[in-house]
């Protein structure tokens, strides 16, 4: 094997089985940083343990010298080639199996083995023999693995790669390590790659934020997805044996301890056993519509014996070490609200057991039907051992009642029939994570909910993407369709879980009907709609930042063409109303009790709601909204300056962010004077492409003006990225940067506080820039459309 010769200076991979490299000299010169979780940075001729999490192959990315130059050498003197590669200087670790992305033959993997009896892995049970089809794509792929990122860049070593004009590049490679094959192929479909190459870097984070923790520690349940001991996805529920919050703790930022686990007759009941499984979580709260995915891969299992209220009890708890995690918005998800089961009704020992096969019975096709949420688990690289995938993930889908659609088809192998689901795929963050598992690998896993009587339904078999038949076109704002072939499936009836959840209807927010008293042209892209209480009454109050959940019936002709494109004339009627949710920033003043409410609503082509709002409603009609929400909201505790940064229509958040200060700082709309504001400067930078396109200037500059009456510092930036011949209300020309920030702030900016709305990719690159300029990385925050 002929090593690669690279340029002196050149970036470089070096790929060797970590069991055979003795000392780190024997490969590199001496190695800066390892980000390896829990192992100490190595120096060169310091020894390299090997730790359980490490397997097979050690990845070391360095830059070329005179000694790494030729071959690296192993302990048994066989010779490995230097492959040049662009990449910080590190080390990263990577698990042993088939490389992210890599296509497992269907032949290779054996069914789900689900008997009507109770069949499934105890804890502690023997794990299969891997399959000699698995086994040869580990051989066969091994060259090809890709690390997974463990750390990102702070603002030195960012600074440090653009003096050497590595920084694209090396962003391009961490940007590879976040996407596998099949997420980035179906990125690249879709249209979405070219914004999550640019962002995905910055909003998918490998720790978990304050927020964040706070967050787990609130919830009564989380979602997960495993593996069985055949290598199929499913997905289960994990809620402590109360039904009460605490039981997901964070030790550390990299942590996650979970004090509970399936219950008995789950299908993955013994599934988190094994060190080293992989794991995906999504942590949501139904009522607020907030979520995030997490995934990961156990590091321990725990068991001690509690005092219960009936005798002593075992308490099971996993600790998850966290690789990703994301964010979402609050869309497609109906908002329940969460309560322990009442008593009498605590979760029973061994639950209702009911298994099936390929074809499922017409009452739990009714109840499939009948859902508006389901759970997808998906992975990618498994090879049919639990516990060898590179990655899990679950995620929510939602809609309507009756946006899963069952239908019955002939199995051509067995000549049974065999129950297929297909739901539909709407418009998200672009990862698609999801989508491009199962492009890799199509087993996947479905998981309902019974709200009312704690039960939950476990589905797996193998999924297809229809990205473009007829049928996708139906369906009023589906991207995408996901056909679901049932291959197992296993009831877990009544009481199997502590916890039940309201109708949608008696959802925090009190459902109300809301009446279009104003209709209002703010650009030639963004139309403000003023909504008053339809019947008397005054409204719920909300804070700057918050959003306004909105729910309208669209004509189904309309629908259609808007799905079907934006050059399809939008006014075909129809008798089937289709019932449409979205939520938008408010942008009117914040208060304690609001008379009114206003939504300011860019135009997009395609955008079905906004579409809807722009060319038929009208000043009369009833709309119906939920009550306002959102956790983008400002820090009362912060002292610093405080930065409002948007572009586009991110400025509705902005605004009412703006609105807020200056009555806070004033006294008035209801607030309590706040004289410490007047010491801490506020600026307001925003971002648009022409006069044209610029939206409540006019607004801005009163509150401007209203701020300095009350002794405030309000100072206000506009920047125009293409300005027209006649355009005179805008500071500086081009896009809004760290370098134009800093230049407003100059030495205040380390003591600052940024609050920033606009597009994906805008957002991540002010984020490099400003913490480049020396923004701390906690003070920035941002909401993501």
Not at 61 to 80: E, F, H, K, N, Q
């Amino acid at each position: 094997m002929q090593p690669i010769v690279a340029a002196r200076g050149a970036p470089m991979q070096v790929v060797v089985p970590f069991t055979q490299v003795t000392h780190a000299a024997q490969v590199v010169p001496p190695i800066y940083r390892s980000v390896a979780s829990g192992e100490a940075n190595h120096r060169q001729g310091a020894p390299l343990v090997q730790s359980p999490a490490v397997r097979t192959v050690l990845v070391i990315r360095t830059v070329v010298t005179s000694s790494a130059l030729g071959c690296a050498t192993t302990a048994g003197a066989i010779p490995y080639p230097v492959v040049a590669a662009a990449s910080p200087l590190r080390v990263l670790r990577v698990s042993q199996g088939a490389p992210r992305g890599a296509k497992v033959p269907a032949s290779a993997i054996p069914p789900p083995q689900i008997s009507p009896a109770a069949h499934y892995k105890q804890p502690g049970q023997a794990e299969p023999a891997e399959t000699a089809a698995a086994r040869a794509v580990d051989v066969a792929r091994m060259q090809e693995v890709k690390t997974l990122v463990e750390s990102l860049f702070h603002a030195g070593e960012v600074a440090a790669q653009k003096r050497a004009g590595t920084h694209e590049k090396t962003l391009k490679a961490v940007e590879r390590d976040l996407f596998h094959a099949g997420e980035m192929e179906v990125q690249e479909r879709a249209g979405t790659r070219q914004e999550v190459e640019a962002c995905g870097h910055r909003i998918t984070q490998d720790r978990i934020p304050d927020k964040q923790q706070q967050f787990l520690a609130s919830l009564p349940f989380l979602v997960a997805a495993a593996r069985d001991a055949d290598g199929w996805p499913w997905a289960t529920v994990l809620a402590s044996r109360t039904g009460s919050t605490g039981f997901a703790q964070t030790p550390d930022d990299h942590t996650l301890s979970v004090h509970a686990l399936p219950c008995v007759g789950d299908v993955l009941e013994g599934s988190f056993d094994k060190i080293g499984a992989e794991v995906g979580l999504i942590a949501i709260e139904l009522a607020t519509r907030k979520r995030t995915c997490i995934n990961g891969k156990v590091k321990a299992r725990e068991m001690h014996m509690v005092a219960g209220e009936n005798g002593t009890v075992v308490d099971s708890a996993i600790t998850v070490g966290i690789d990703q995690l994301l964010v979402h918005c609050p869309q497609f998800i109906s908002n329940r609200p969460c309560r322990a089961a009442p008593a009498g009704a605590t979760p029973v020992p061994a639950p209702h057991r009911a298994a099936y096969g390929r074809c499922l019975p017409v009452h739990i096709r009714q109840r499939i039907e009948a859902a508006d949420t389901l759970f997808l688990a998906s992975g990618h690289c498994g090879t049919g051992e639990q516990g060898r995938a590179c990655g899990m993930d679950v995620n929510h889908r939602g809609g309507m009642p009756g946006f899963v659609k069952c239908s019955t088809k002939l199995d051509p192998a067995s000549g049974k029939e065999q129950t297929v689901l297909s739901f539909p795929d709407y418009s998200g963050n672009g990862f698609l994570h999801a989508i491009g598992n199962i492009v890799v690998d199509d087993r996947c896993g479905l998981l309902f909910l019974d709200f009312e009587a704690g039960g939950y339904l476990q589905l797996t078999g193998r999924a297809e993407v229809d990205w473009d038949s007829p049928a996708v076109a139906l369906i009023p704002g589906a991207r995408r369709l996901i056909s679901f072939e049932v291959h197992a499936a296993v009831d877990l009836g009544d009481g199997a879980l502590p916890l039940r959840w309201d109708p949608p209807e008696s959802a925090a927010g009190n459902i109300r009907q809301m009446r279009v008293v104003e209709k209002v042209k703010e650009s030639v892209d963004i139309t403000s709609f003023v909504l008053a209480n339809a019947k008397e009454g005054p409204l719920p109050g909300f804070r700057g930042g918050q959003h306004l959940p909105l729910e309208v019936e669209v004509p189904a002709g309309f629908a259609k063409a808007v799905a079907a494109g934006p050059d399809v004339p939008a006014d075909a009627e129809d008798k089937s109303p289709v019932v449409v949710k979205r939520s938008y920033s408010l942008s009117s003043p914040p208060c304690r009790s609001a008379d009114t409410y206003r939504i300011s609503v860019k135009r997009h082509s395609q955008g079905l709601m906004s579409r809807f709002l722009h060319d038929c409603v009208q000043v009369g009609e009833v709309i119906t909204v939920c009550e306002p929400g959102g956790e983008f909201t400002l820090d009362d505790a912060a002292s610093g300056p405080i930065v409002l940064v948007s572009a586009g229509v991110g400025l509705t958040p902005m605004l009412t962010m703006l609105y807020e200060l200056v009555d806070r700082g004033s006294g008035s709309n209801g607030f309590t004077l706040e004289p410490g504001l007047r010491n801490r400067p506020i600026f307001y930078v925003h971002c648009a492409q022409d006069g044209p396109h610029h939206a409540c200037h006019g607004e801005v500059l009163q509150l401007a003006a209203r701020a300095a009456a009350a002794q405030m510092d309000v100072r206000v930036h506009t920047a125009y990225s293409r300005p027209l011949p006649g355009d005179q209300c805008h500071d500086s020309k081009g896009r809004i940067s760290g370098a134009l920030i800093a230049e407003l702030l100059g030495q205040a900016l380390a003591d600052a506080d940024v609050y920033c709305c606009g597009p994906a990719v805008f957002m991540a690159q002010l984020q490099t820039d400003l913490e480049e300029h020396g923004l701390r990385p906690e003070r920035y925050f941002y909401e993501k459309f």
